[in-house]
């Protein structure tokens, strides 16, 4: 603790209640943030999800990301957990670190994020804790969901002969990362904007999540890089697996920058922060699943099978041959 | 998100094995931290309180504070926001922004300070989320407990008439915090250890405040100092309050403190970081307070009295004369 803060920075409580409490005026959980704590009950039958994830200003956002971005960013990164765990979003504690001297407008700007996405998908901030820091700004959200007891995707279900699925598209974070990073020159600007985009904003697959509950035996959302997370996934539940890198679902940008230089299926599998999810279902689910992509209108495509541990965990070219990647997915030390 | 790291630095999922594993080993709602959500399931009856808190080095521990004691600190201030709400507390979500370069031995020793305090307040680590920083190390916990349906303590049931009350003793973290900047030098060696005992190791009132519930009529924990928490008290209540300064509890070392300087007084009654439960309850609930107090060994005692709105938040000396403050409380920004 210091002394008490110089006069001419914003006042704790004023910046409460300017940016916070309208976030929380639909959620009675939030006691209208006036309390220590938040209040919520389970519903009946329900269990109670939990995640939470920080992101630091220069390691996991650019200091020149829009503040909306990094705020909606913060809360789907949050939202895409309870997703791939079938959960159903409820409410969320936020803790914002603030350099001394960000603006209000900054400030305000990351607010005008949340309450966009409040929106979306129908969560409400139930509480948190605003503190400064002298270093770069981070922020860290708690993300409270609930699925009906019993059901919640885990990732350790996996079966040899499982198929091994994925929705949306792969890798084009880790490719919009580059083009902001001043990379993939030769791609067209309309592609490139797009790529940022998903770097920027992801879609966490609420619906999807959801409709996974009975029907995935393991799931995870990818965040730390296909490959990876699929070694998370494995690992866990004591199984190999088979990757087809051909049936890797791209986007038409990535697509196209991957025409340009192939060895950016490297960026693509293991780049991470796609935040789709990746699961394995038995044999015999393919329809049901096909019918939740369709009611979902949510991209699936199974990308590979389940095999006995001892077969490691392998992606395949079109003709069945090894691929060797030198980096596997994000570290984050 | 930025390229893999450095291959020197200490791994990830190491760390974790290492360091957070162990503490989750207890509790089932963890899944072994092997999965993205901790999974909870409310006890019949109960509702959930959530309560976060975040630690910057600089701003909320010192450069040099112990990491076992800057730990244990994390964990109690937030327990301290649950034994003031009346709650059991359960488990916790850690995230931890570690600096590049920070010693193992400092992550190791942080990690004990948490398995300590695990044993003593009977809880356990549920999940959370590790990343580095460049900035100073920052330190983020979420605490979630339960109470039975509908007893929370809140801030907002003061009432006019209301006795106020307070745990323990008052400044004695204010009074240490100095000493570690080097203040108080005018003090014996072994008061001077005790009050900066009392600034890094807070002593959450888990007992007293599950005692309360349903006694109480407003409570919070004293966290931004006893003046600007019983503001905070009285504003969400709609009430005044009077205070008699010559009523709040002092430790003997605050006692001596303040007659080498009676100007502390101001340190003592603004400066924040008790982490004792102030209260306010009816006109005669007088003896089950003194029996809470006993039977939870927890000194309590009857500071001032809840008055109309209008009266204002007014501390007062023996003679009941207005006592002026030039700060009333900490102020994070």
Not at 243 to 255: C, K
Request: glycine share 12%; charged share 20%.
């Amino acid at each position: 603790m210091t002394p008490p803060d110089k006069a001419e920075a914003p006042d704790e409580f004023a910046l409460i209640a300017e940016l916070f409490v309208p976030l929380a005026a639909s959620a009675p959980e939030a006691l209208a943030l006036k309390d220590d704590a938040a209040l919520y009950t389970a519903s009946p039958g329900h269990q109670t999800v939990l995640t939470v994830d920080a992101m630091v200003e220069g390691v996991h956002f650019l200091p020149d990301d829009p503040a909306e971005c990094v705020a909606r960013k913060l809360l789907r990164v949050n939202l895409s957990d309870l997703a791939a765990k079938g959960a159903t979003p409820k409410g969320y504690l936020l803790v914002t670190a603030w350099r001394e001297g960000t603006p209000l407008s900054w400030m305000r700007a990351f607010a005008t994020g949340l309450a966009t996405d409040q929106q979306i998908f129908a969560i409400a901030l139930w509480g948190g804790d605003t503190v400064r820091t002298p270093g770069p700004p981070s922020f860290t959200l708690t993300a409270v969901g609930e699925v009906p007891a019993g059901t919640m995707l885990k990732r350790g279900g996996a079966r040899v002969g499982d198929g091994i699925y994925v929705t949306g598209t792969i890798g084009d974070a880790a490719l919009g990362l580059k083009v902001l990073q001043g990379g993939l020159e030769g791609l067209d600007r309309v592609r490139r904007d797009w790529l940022a985009g998903r770097y920027r904003l992801p879609e966490p697959r609420m619906a999807a999540g959801g409709a996974l509950r009975g029907i995935a035996s393991g799931a995870l959302d990818v965040s730390d890089g296909l490959m990876a997370d699929l070694g998370h996934l494995c690992a866990v539940s004591g199984v190999g697996a088979r990757i087809e890198l051909g049936r890797v679902p791209l986007s038409s940008a990535a697509r196209a920058a991957l025409a340009l230089d192939g060895g950016l299926i490297e960026a693509i599998a293991g780049g991470g922060d796609d935040y789709e999810i990746l699961f394995a279902a038995a044999p015999g689910r393919e329809v049901e699943i096909a019918d939740i992509a369709a009611e979902t209108r949510t991209p699936i495509v199974r990308i590979g099978t389940v095999l006995p541990a001892a077969e490691g965990v392998n992606p395949v070219d079109g003709a069945g041959r090894p691929v060797a990647f030198k980096h596997l997915g994000y570290r984050h030390f």
